[in-house]
């Protein structure tokens, strides 16, 4: 089913935006309060000034040696009537050693009208690709085990990014890169470290105090990658054309939780796009922007 092309912009950002987030617990210190093992965050992405995409993120540690998180997303509004997509993502793992994050299954549902599309990517806890399961609305399910070329010693975007969180929270550096195997393609995510920055609570995000600001690449190693740059990728160079590569402000909210995003910034030929956080909540700590007070 073709979608409005004057769309799919949108729908690649909010997309990309969910692999630009997530995170375990840091090793910096001991806390008797256990309540920073789970942290629930609310998000508004912003184009031309347009609330454009909503979406919620939770990040559970609770589980001893085991990392969870989910995030959902789905446009609204004037985009919402135009291009009814919804989508979910969710990694879970082991947590081995300090600077180790396993996945065993990584999931994304996209929803688009009336079809559902489901891919699993199923790991073994050594790191080895077991397969790739897709399910459809109106087909059957279709199972693969890619070339492992392009699943050695990969793992998940949202996995990568873990670690990069936790050196933020452990380090105050969001430097890092990883292998990624997206199911189609193999490709290195890379984090690179910018500044620290002040951040002020607005009417639009929540949270206020020290971040570290962070640009985030794809770089296409193998695969299929098209000649010319699409979806994300496009977006990604339509940004480096400006002077303005995709950017993440992260910051450790509550004392001894790993670090999550707080704001992102993409530039694309559109306008800029804006992800910003509007509530958090870890246990009894809950911040609000001003705008939902």
């Given at each position: 089913m073709a979608r409005p092309s004057k769309h799919r912009v949108f729908l690649s950002v909010s997309l990309v935006i969910t692999a630009m987030m997530i995170s375990p617990q840091s090793t910096t210190a001991e806390s008797k309060n256990k309540d920073f093992l789970l942290q629930k965050m609310n998000f508004d992405v912003y184009a031309g000034g347009l609330h454009a995409v909503k979406a919620n993120m939770t990040l559970d540690y609770s589980q001893y040696g085991r990392y969870k998180i989910f995030f959902e997303a789905e446009t609204r509004g004037l985009l919402g009537s135009l291009a009814p997509w919804s989508g979910s993502f969710e990694s879970t793992g082991w947590v081995m050693g300090q600077d180790k994050r396993q996945p065993e299954l990584?999931?994304?549902?996209?929803?688009?009208?009336?079809?559902?599309?489901?891919?699993?990517?199923?790991?073994?806890?050594?790191?080895?690709?077991?397969?790739?399961?897709?399910?459809?609305?109106?087909?059957?399910?279709r199972v693969e085990e890619p070339d492992p070329e392009l699943t050695k010693n990969t793992t998940d975007a949202l996995t990568a990014t873990i670690l990069v969180l936790e050196k933020v929270a452990n380090s105050g550096e969001c430097e890092g890169?990883?292998?990624?195997?997206?199911?189609?393609?193999?490709?290195?995510?890379?984090?690179?470290?910018?500044r620290q920055v002040m951040l002020e609570r607005t009417r639009y995000n929540a949270y206020s105090g020290p971040?570290?600001?962070?640009?985030?690449?794809?770089?296409?190693?193998?695969?299929?990658?098209?000649?010319?740059?699409?979806?994300?990728?496009?977006?990604?160079?339509?940004?480096?054309?400006?002077?303005?590569?995709?950017?993440?402000?992260?910051?450790?909210?509550?004392?001894?939780?790993?670090?999550?995003?707080v704001r992102v910034r993409v530039r694309t030929a559109y306008g800029t796009m804006f992800m910003h956080m509007s509530r958090y909540q870890s246990g009894h700590d809950v911040i609000e922007a001003s705008y939902q007070k």
């Amino acid at each position: 089913m073709a979608r409005p092309s004057k769309h799919r912009v949108f729908l690649s950002v909010s997309l990309v935006i969910t692999a630009m987030m997530i995170s375990p617990q840091s090793t910096t210190a001991e806390s008797k309060n256990k309540d920073f093992l789970l942290q629930k965050m609310n998000f508004d992405v912003y184009a031309g000034g347009l609330h454009a995409v909503k979406a919620n993120m939770t990040l559970d540690y609770s589980q001893y040696g085991r990392y969870k998180i989910f995030f959902e997303a789905e446009t609204r509004g004037l985009l919402g009537s135009l291009a009814p997509w919804s989508g979910s993502f969710e990694s879970t793992g082991w947590v081995m050693g300090q600077d180790k994050r396993q996945p065993e299954l990584h999931e994304s549902i996209a929803i688009w009208r009336d079809e559902k599309e489901v891919k699993s990517y199923n790991y073994k806890r050594n790191g080895t690709f077991k397969n790739l399961v897709t399910q459809y609305t109106h087909k059957k399910p279709r199972v693969e085990e890619p070339d492992p070329e392009l699943t050695k010693n990969t793992t998940d975007a949202l996995t990568a990014t873990i670690l990069v969180l936790e050196k933020v929270a452990n380090s105050g550096e969001c430097e890092g890169s990883s292998a990624v195997f997206d199911g189609k393609r193999r490709y290195e995510l890379i984090f690179r470290h910018q500044r620290q920055v002040m951040l002020e609570r607005t009417r639009y995000n929540a949270y206020s105090g020290p971040a570290i600001e962070c640009t985030v690449e794809v770089v296409p190693i193998a695969g299929a990658w098209h000649k010319k740059p699409r979806g994300w990728l496009s977006i990604q160079e339509q940004g480096r054309d400006r002077g303005m590569m995709p950017t993440v402000w992260i910051a450790q909210v509550t004392p001894y939780a790993v670090a999550v995003p707080v704001r992102v910034r993409v530039r694309t030929a559109y306008g800029t796009m804006f992800m910003h956080m509007s509530r958090y909540q870890s246990g009894h700590d809950v911040i609000e922007a001003s705008y939902q007070k």
